[in-house]
């Protein structure tokens, strides 16, 4: 069965550094995601994305991230300068159009030392 | 802001009894998931809930969506150990796009022997 890749599992950084962490969606999905889960707390959405732009932000989602397709498979999102309370665990998600379920990878665990 | 409320939050159980996870949330959405979530891993898709009065049945769980009433229900018949986790119900806000969901903050499900 198809599933949403995620990479790399566990990213540790420095306070202030950049990451960008990576996901490919399921090859036939054009409706993109970004999750976050902060260690036993709700799943929390970050920002969608569709036809090669921002569908939706939330209130999270602030000007020290961005996402980008960078190729016909990968889907990136960046975190500018991490702060301590960008850790947590963050999902990519994918479905195939609107209103139908989202699939989720395994997620990327996040440290900011 | 959409709200999303689950109870209860943590649910002890012997396997055999059967029990209810109930979802309110604060939009007119009819557009409704259900996940689960086992330790450590990723979202698994349940159930979606696309209309009133829509009942999805999955082995020892059956998921229903009352829009008017803006509650969803979440019934486990005759629970066995398998289906220890954590579920989350999620809302569609306004359909129709690439919207991201709102979780509720997930019911942690223990059944014992």
């Known amino acids: 069965e198809p599933e949403v890749t995620q990479t790399p599992s566990h990213q540790v950084t420095q306070m202030g550094q950049e990451v960008i962490l990576r996901c490919v969606p399921i090859?036939?999905?054009?409706?993109f995601y970004w999750y976050r889960q902060i260690l036993g707390q709700k799943v929390e959405f970050l920002v969608s994305f569709y036809n090669n732009e921002i569908s939706e932000k939330s209130e999270i989602f602030d000007d020290q991230f961005s996402v980008e397709r960078p190729d016909g498979s990968n889907f990136t999102l960046k975190i500018r300068s991490t702060k301590l309370e960008d850790s947590a665990m963050y999902f990519c998600a994918s479905s195939e159009w609107g209103s139908q379920p989202q699939h989720f990878g395994d997620g990327t665990r996040l440290s900011i030392l | 802001e959409l709200k999303v409320e689950q109870n209860p939050l943590f649910l002890s159980m012997q396997e055999g009894k059967n029990y209810t996870i109930y979802c309110n949330y604060s939009t007119t959405s009819d557009r409704l998931y259900w996940y689960r979530q086992d330790p450590g891993k990723s979202l698994e898709s349940l159930f979606v809930l696309l209309s009133n009065g829509a009942v999805k049945q999955e082995g020892r769980l059956m998921a229903s969506l009352d829009t008017k009433a803006r509650l969803s229900t979440l019934h486990i018949t005759a629970a066995v150990h398998d289906l220890s986790a954590t579920y989350f119900c999620?809302?569609?806000?306004?359909?129709?796009?690439?919207?991201?969901?709102?979780f509720g903050k997930g019911t942690h499900l223990i059944i014992q022997p």
């Open positions: 999620a809302v569609e806000d306004r359909g129709g796009g690439a919207d991201g969901l709102t």
């Open positions: 090859s036939n999905h054009l409706y």
